[in-house]
């Protein structure tokens, strides 16, 4: 893993953690006395059990990361075009996306993972309409997303905002989860991703990923 990463990696999972951890300790406290109401033990429990259950969805998502990341999860290898996981992955968003596609290579790669790769940071610049170009350029296959207009995607932006699972159980995750995610799946096929903002324009993202993907 990456420094960038696993510093990224770090953060997401104390953020992540504190607020089921802070409930759970809470209610716990709450029920370790004999004058609690029935009513209010019945809320204090459900509240553990509900926590406790984000907690382990959340361990999953991270042993996910760290599987793609570490090259523990295969790749299911197809030659596909690059085009298409792009567009799938726009059509599972309710805002406009308007695509610009030049020519298109043809990519060994694991469709499935692109989708949520593509996904993934098409979601986190904007749940909104969102501007998509996408061509080669020298020995990558460049993807840039540009939403006009809107903030600066800031640390606290991405921590703060959600985006659900479109399969099932169709949770939310944050943001920054899935940016993990999104760059994990990027470094296993040899590229990069990178947000950025451009005063006057809006926030946007660049994705690259080599014509020549890696094996592994």
Request: proline share 6%; net charge negative; no cysteine.
């Amino acid at each position: 893993m990456t420094t960038t990463l696993e510093a990224r990696f770090l953060a997401v999972i104390s953020h992540e953690l504190r607020t089921p951890l802070t409930t759970i300790a809470s209610f716990a406290e709450s029920l370790d006395t004999d004058d609690l109401a029935p009513a209010d033990r019945s809320v204090a429990l459900s509240a553990v059990r509900r926590n406790t259950e984000r907690m382990l969805a959340l361990v999953d998502d991270l042993l996910l990361v760290s599987r793609v990341q570490n090259g523990d999860l295969p790749l299911n290898r197809t030659d596909l075009d690059p085009a298409d996981p792009l567009r799938r992955a726009a059509g599972l968003l309710a805002g406009d996306t308007t695509l610009t596609l030049g020519e298109t290579p043809t990519l060994s790669a694991d469709g499935p993972l692109l989708i949520d790769l593509f996904y993934a940071v098409r979601g986190t610049v904007t749940t909104g309409a969102a501007e998509i170009s996408a061509a080669t350029q020298g020995d990558h296959w460049r993807v840039t997303i540009t939403a006009r207009g809107s903030a600066e995607l800031t640390d606290e932006r991405l921590m703060a905002g959600m985006l659900a699972d479109p399969r099932p159980p169709h949770r939310l995750r944050s943001t920054a989860l899935w940016m993990l995610l999104a760059d994990a799946i990027a470094t296993r096929h040899g590229g990069s991703i990178a947000l950025r903002f451009e005063p006057g324009i809006g926030a946007g993202a660049e994705i690259r990923l080599p014509l020549t993907i890696p094996s592994g």
